[in-house]
């Protein structure tokens, strides 16, 4: 069965600064979606990046890139530049690319100070 | 366009009350999702409906739950008899569903279920 680890239940950055959030996972596919989901308060899932095993090239969204390590299974969200907006849970997800479910990490929240 | 909509946004019940939560996925999305979020938890996928073909309820925790879909419109999930334990934030999301496995999923505000 395939399961998400994020190990962090809670980090705090220094607004402007830059943060790291990890997350491993365990499967036994070689292709498949990783994604990093940001949920405020608002409770509303907000996808923030998304990775293609297939691909080596790291994914970047602005702020947000990812460090994808395939054999290592690991998977870790740089934000840089933090932002008030920032803060809220993040999780981390996994799906086959075929697969029709997600399967999330407990989730890390991300507090940020001014 | 509209998002994704789920009603009511919360709910409070007695214990051994049924309860219905409804979800209204984008329009044209084929696929839809139930999760369940437990408290300080990442979400727990409940089921799956794709178009006409059979659901995948493999994450029913309890034959308690149930979900109906008609077509590719509004989704209802129903929690029978319900217990302190199913308190917790049910999402739904919904997608496209691309040939190559590309799509992604797009979620609803949730309903908080609490049972007293």
């Known amino acids: 069965a395939q399961t998400v680890t994020q190990s962090q239940p809670e980090m705090s950055v220094q607004e402007a600064e830059t943060v790291t959030l990890s997350c491993t996972y365990d499967?036994?596919?070689?292709?498949?979606?990783l994604f990093w989901y940001k949920q405020p308060p608002s409770r509303q899932m907000i996808l923030v990046i998304r990775?293609?095993?297939?691909?080596?090239q790291n994914a970047t969204e602005n702020r947000f890139s990812v460090n994808f390590q395939k054999a290592a299974k690991s998977f870790s969200l740089k934000i840089s530049d933090s932002q008030l907006g920032d803060a809220a849970m993040y999780f981390c997800?996994?799906?086959?690319?075929?697969?029709?479910?997600?399967?999330f990490g407990a989730g890390t929240i991300l507090r940020v100070k001014s | 366009g509209a998002g994704v909509s789920q009603s009511p946004s919360n709910k409070v019940t007695e214990k051994g009350k049924d309860v219905e939560l409804r979800c209204d996925p984008i329009?044209?999305?084929?696929?839809l999702y139930w999760y369940r979020q437990r408290l300080g938890q990442g979400l727990e996928f409940l089921i799956y409906?794709?178009?006409?073909?059979?659901?995948?309820k493999s994450g029913l925790p309890s034959d308690r739950f149930s979900a109906e879909r008609t077509g590719e419109s509004v989704s209802t999930l129903t929690i029978q008899r319900t217990q302190q334990e199913d308190s917790a934030v049910y999402l739904c999301?919904?997608?496209?569903?691309?040939?190559?496995?590309?799509?992604?999923?797009?979620f609803g505000p949730g309903t908080r279920l609490t049972v007293t």
């Open positions: 499967t036994s596919e070689s292709d498949y979606y």
């Open positions: 329009s044209g999305h084929t696929a």
């Open positions: 997800a996994y799906r086959p690319r075929y697969g029709n479910k997600l399967v």
């Open positions: 990775q293609e095993a297939y691909k080596q």
């Open positions: 409906f794709q178009g006409n073909s059979a659901p995948d």
């Open positions: 999301a919904s997608s496209l569903v691309v040939l190559a496995g590309g799509y992604e999923q797009y």
